[in-house]
């Protein structure tokens, strides 16, 4: 899953990080690098506190609604504060560079996550490189936290909620 969080990144990279005078050309990668780590590092981190819900909620929200869930914003001072230790920028720079990627990328990864014609990710491979392949999740239960869960399973058809079952033998 990192690999291909990390060519998303890379792909919204454009003016937040690539064309930005802040970062020299020489530390793209590893910004984007820095980049990819906190949105993974947040969810993972998400999964180990207990709070699999919020990051299941994140991808159940759509797409438009990524960016305001409460992870986004755990994501966006981790990055702020990575971008700040890594290359020496300062808050205003760093949160620059944050907000104009962070909304971009978590909304294409939702979409491409819900989306059953796009394989680059899925939510049982999500869910597994977060806790490290370990199951055991009472799923009915969590998903039985989302409002309009019911509706939403048969309008994704074959999307996030269906792949959540199966990652489970549901």
Same mark, same amino acid.
């Given at each position: 899953m990192f690999d291909n969080l990390?060519?998303?990144v890379k792909g919204q990279a454009g003016n937040a990080i690539i064309?930005?005078?802040a970062i020299p050309n020489e530390h793209n990668d590893a910004a984007v690098e820095v980049a990819s780590s906190s949105i993974f590092d947040t969810l993972k981190n998400a999964v180990a506190g207990g709070n699999l819900n919020s990051v299941l909620g994140m991808f159940s929200g759509g797409a438009a609604n990524a960016g305001n869930s409460p992870l986004a914003g755990i994501m966006q001072n981790d990055m702020v504060q990575n971008l700040?230790?890594?290359?020496g920028l300062d808050q205003s720079q760093a949160g620059n560079v944050a907000s104009g990627l962070l909304p971009n990328v978590l909304q294409n990864l939702v979409h491409k996550t819900n989306d059953p014609n796009d394989s680059s990710?899925? =939510?049982?491979g999500i869910v597994s490189s977060l806790t490290g392949g370990s199951g /055991?999740?009472?799923?009915n239960s969590?998903?039985?936290?989302?409002?309009?869960n019911q509706?939403?399973?048969?309008? =994704?058809?074959g999307g996030i909620m269906d792949s959540l079952k199966g990652?489970? /033998?549901n």
């Open positions: 990390l060519d998303l064309n930005n005078p700040m230790h890594k290359f990710f899925n =939510i049982q /055991g999740f009472d799923v969590l998903l039985n936290q989302f409002p309009g509706q939403q399973t048969n309008d =994704i058809g990652l489970f /033998g």
